[in-house]
């Protein structure tokens, strides 16, 4: 059975940082593609970032490049997202999710419960 | 960037057939997924590569796609396909979701 269990979550001031941390099992890791994906409660998806299964080819969206940085451990079966500079706008729930196969170019076939990140004073 | 475009809600009645649109420029030319989400829960991927279902949805999700726009449909709609539907394609680097279709099934 595929599981993304992710952590690292919280309340966090503005400007501060947030290491978010996705650990994975029931499937090859270092075989696939793996991503980060948001959302606000009531709202619609976001992504975020991905990453190939050999980190050769990373992807950020506009709203976060230049302040958050994605990473993976394959020998770990982990996912990381630092997050800096952190603004009230980032403030989501953020899911860690499968990609459906190496290259981040594509699909999402399984997604972890997710990790609420707080942005406020 | 590139955008997705999806009608904010979508009614149906039980037994009846639900179709939720998607639209982007060229989305004919593109690969689409498609998600269903319940209220307090994570995304499940219904439909991959504009038509293929994966191992345990139901045949009565299917999908289309040209031109313009990608077609969801639910044939014979039932009380528990009642979610979130988000479709997803990619461009030019990254991934790019549609706002989200609410389903209700009445």
């Known amino acids: 059975e595929v599981q993304l269990v992710e952590s690292g979550g919280g309340l966090v001031q503005p400007g501060r940082s947030l290491r978010l941390s996705c650990v994975a099992s029931?499937?090859?890791?270092?075989?696939?593609?793996v991503h980060w994906v948001r959302q606000v409660p009531g709202k619609g998806l976001e992504w975020v970032s991905g990453i190939s299964w050999s980190s050769a080819n990373i992807g950020y969206a506009d709203s976060v490049k230049g302040r958050f940085t994605i990473s993976r451990d394959n020998a770990k079966k982990s996912l990381y997202l630092q997050m800096d500079s952190l603004r009230a706008e980032d403030t989501a729930l953020y899911y860690c999710?499968?990609?459906?196969?190496?290259?981040?170019?594509?699909?999402?076939?399984?997604w972890g419960q997710g990790t609420l990140v707080t942005v406020s004073s | 960037s590139y955008e997705l475009t999806q009608p904010p809600s979508v009614s149906v009645s039980p037994g009846q057939t639900a179709s939720i649109t998607c639209s982007g420029d060229k989305l004919g030319d593109k690969y689409v997924w498609w998600y269903q989400q319940k209220p307090g829960q994570s995304p499940v991927l219904v439909i991959?590569?504009?038509?293929k279902r994966p191992s345990g949805i139901p045949e009565r999700f299917s999908g289309s796609s040209s031109g313009n726009t990608a077609i969801l449909t639910i044939s014979g709609s039932q009380a528990m396909d009642e979610a979130d539907y988000h479709c997803q394609a990619w461009d030019s680097s990254t991934v790019v979701f549609g706002g989200g279709t609410r389903l209700t099934v009445l």
């Open positions: 029931g499937f090859t890791f270092d075989d696939f593609a």
């Open positions: 999710a499968k990609g459906t196969g190496g290259s981040y170019k594509g699909g999402l076939d399984y």
């Open positions: 991959y590569q504009v038509t």
